[in-house]
């Protein structure tokens, strides 16, 4: 809602609002219906998806370098310039985008951006994501219509993520590539050790995006020790820490850890306004630890993990978007932040609502086989 009423006037912004309530409401019953019924969509509806998105990009990226509607995002910006500083043998982080702000993508992000900066177009790298979170998100869910339902609300429908895939911001990349390395490591878990391997070395280094996702690695050990042996689970996660790290400390030498822990405090900035009195430094990293780890006492699979990270996400995220809403007019448009959150919440909801109609579906399956069944004895 936020960048709604920031480019339209209140009436039209509220019309705007319950006509996607009303598209919501509509999708979710034909999402109902189709589930009920079993039956799987064409995946010709999910490409013609991916070509709307294409389109829109064509259309939108070119206008957003001209900065003509707003100052614009300078997430894109920000790679260019550490990839631009690290080809010329330059610590990334002493530059600042064209918006005067220093850059945050850490070196995970930088490794992965490289081959679209080799080619000119960092921006690029958001079709080869998006593309792939497409092929995850009808791998995770049971229906394709829930797919198609997911990805037209979240992608296409909300403003907010729609602008920084078409400005080419790596924040949404950063998601879908997590997602897509968290899944084929847990389903890797029931292959050979070997095997595991490949996807342990590429989640470290998707780990080495924004230190945000570093707290995914507590539901993620706990899933882990449920699915296989503690030896294998520790083998496993030092060879994700190794990628981590191989793929952090370098680009922050000779001080490593100096320069890694001062990068790490730029973040604190947006916690100004919130009282100092709550330490929120450190007591919010810290609350979200304490919710993480409630993982281990549950049963644990993909959509309960993505659950978990929307919770411990939001912990760490809502405050300081929140307090931006109170105290500054021009950080009032700030909510995007959460949209890892809401993305990842709605991965977990959405699943658990094909599971629920599947229940529904198999005990109205059953009721009618025992009046088929009364009625022959009649």
């Known amino acids: 809602m936020a960048p709604i009423y920031k480019y339209l006037t209140h009436g039209k912004a509220t019309a705007a609002v319950l ?44 206008i957003s370098l001209k900065h003509t509607l707003n100052t614009g995002s300078d997430r894109e910006d920000a790679l260019r310039i550490e990839l631009n500083a690290v080809h010329h043998h330059q610590y990334p982080y002493d530059a600042r985008t064209f918006l005067g702000n220093p850059p945050t993508p850490l070196p995970g992000a930088m490794l992965l951006t490289a081959p679209f900066f080799a080619l000119g177009h960092i921006a690029w790298q958001n079709f080869l994501w998006l593309a792939l979170f497409f092929v995850f998100t009808i791998r995770f869910f049971r229906h394709r219509a829930t797919a198609l339902f997911f990805l037209a609300v979240f992608l296409l429908l ?51 995006s924004r230190i945000i996702y570093a707290i995914i690695l507590i539901p993620l050990l706990a899933l882990t ?25 370098p680009v922050f030498a000779p001080h490593a850890f100096t320069n890694l822990l001062q990068q790490l405090d730029q973040n604190a900035r947006k916690l100004r306004y919130i009282p100092t009195a709550l330490h929120p430094r450190w007591t919010l990293p810290l609350l979200a630890v304490i919710v993480a780890c409630t993982t281990f006492f549950v049963r644990m699979d993909l959509p309960r993990l993505f659950l978990t990270f929307s919770v411990t996400s939001f912990v760490m995220l809502a405050p300081f978007v929140v307090t931006f809403a109170l105290h500054s007019e021009r950080l009032r448009y700030n909510f995007s932040y959460l949209s890892v959150c809401t993305l990842s919440f709605s991965l977990w909801a959405l699943s658990q609502y094909e599971r629920i109609a599947k229940q529904a579906t198999s005990a109205s399956d059953g009721r009618w086989m025992n009046v088929s069944h009364e009625q022959e004895s009649a």
């Open 19 to 62: 006509l996607g309530i009303l598209f919501i409401s509509l999708g979710m019953h034909w999402l109902d219906r189709l589930n009920r019924q079993q039956r799987q969509i064409s995946a010709g509806w999910l490409l013609f998806l991916f070509l709307i998105l294409t389109a829109a990009f064509a259309a939108l990226y070119p």
């Open 158 to 208: 909300a403003p907010a993520n729609l602008s920084d895939f078409t400005s080419g911001g790596d924040y949404l990349a950063n998601f879908f590539y997590l997602a897509i390395a968290v899944a084929l490591f847990i389903r890797s878990l029931n292959r050979a050790f070997y095997a595991c391997i490949p996807a342990a070395l590429f989640l470290g280094v998707t780990l080495s």
């Open 225 to 249: 020790l449920q699915r296989t042996s503690r030896s294998r689970t520790i083998a496993l996660f030092v060879i994700v820490l190794i990628a981590a790290t191989a793929v952090t400390l």
